[in-house]
């Protein structure tokens, strides 16, 4: 028996990273699967290699309504329902702010927020309808600021007032609504900043590793082991909270 039979997950951004990371562990404690990224290709190379009973690959851009109703509607028809939702999909366009476009400002609320809200109120239908549902958002340690990331860190800030006003609504139709706030987890984004900055990739987590407190960087596998609890019924009386998954790098300024 796991923990997440008979329970159908979406996870956006699924194809790599985090989101992969949390789609293996969901299939592996018994969950279908669907995992939802901008590329359906390798969405479906991703749930294919998940070795879970029931997965599938959709095509879909969190930030696009109608592709988000398309997405939603497809899982519920092929998966026949959806109990959890991990709203992962992310992306970075870093920059100080006097050299921030405006096209960096929009992509990075558009993915983070306007992606967020677009699945939430999707998948809601579903969770109201049945009186069971899981929202699980995937906020940052950079919501308290970080330099170079004014329009992320806003839009990860933003992510915990969206995931408590969630849990205030949806409270009544037992919906839990929470979110990890994770630290440096290594994946291609955090690689991704260690070439923009000009580091190479193995000092630059050395670098932020060596800043911890417990002197290691993530792996999604933390970030997975912590979402498959908060998802799970053993959580089922944890709603609104901001969960910081970082090895006390906040605790440590960093
Ligand atoms: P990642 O490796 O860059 O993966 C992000 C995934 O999201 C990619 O598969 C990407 O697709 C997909 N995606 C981007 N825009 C999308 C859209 N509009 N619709 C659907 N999918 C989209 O990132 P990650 O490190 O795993 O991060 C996952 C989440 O954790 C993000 O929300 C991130 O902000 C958050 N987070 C990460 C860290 C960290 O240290 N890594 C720390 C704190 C928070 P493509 O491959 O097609 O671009």
Avoid at 219 to 235: Q, R, V, W
Wanted: proline share 1%.
């Amino acid at each position: 028996m796991g923990r997440y039979d008979g329970r159908v997950a979406i996870v956006t951004g699924g194809a790599r990273g985090i989101g992969a990371g949390i789609a293996q562990r969901f299939a592996e404690e018994g969950a279908a699967v669907a995992v939802l990224d901008l590329d359906e290709t390798q969405a479906a190379q991703t749930a294919e290699g998940l070795g879970a009973a029931q997965a599938i690959g959709v095509g879909c851009d969190v930030a696009d309504a109608a592709s988000v109703e398309a997405a939603v509607g497809r899982v519920v028809a092929e998966l026949g329902g959806v109990h959890v939702l991990v709203n992962n999909a992310g992306i970075t366009r870093d920059n100080l702010l006097f050299k921030m476009s405006e096209a960096d400002w929009d992509s990075v609320l558009g993915v983070h927020l306007r992606g967020a809200f677009l699945m939430s109120k999707a998948a809601q239908q579903s969770f109201v309808e049945q009186k069971y549902g899981k929202i699980l958002n995937l906020s940052s340690s950079s919501a308290r600021g970080n330099r170079g990331q004014a329009n992320y860190s806003a839009a990860k800030a933003g992510v915990q007032g969206f995931t408590r006003t969630l849990a205030i609504e949806l409270g009544r139709y037992n919906v839990n609504v929470n979110a990890i706030a994770p630290g440096f987890i290594a994946t291609d984004m955090t690689d991704d900043t260690a070439r923009r900055v000009g580091m190479d990739v193995e000092e630059f987590r050395q670098a932020a590793a060596q800043r911890n407190p417990i002197g290691r960087v993530g792996e999604p596998g933390d970030i997975a082991a912590t979402a498959a609890f908060l998802c799970s019924d053993e959580a089922s009386y944890i709603t609104g909270q901001i969960l910081y998954v970082d090895g006390g790098a906040t605790l440590a300024g960093g």
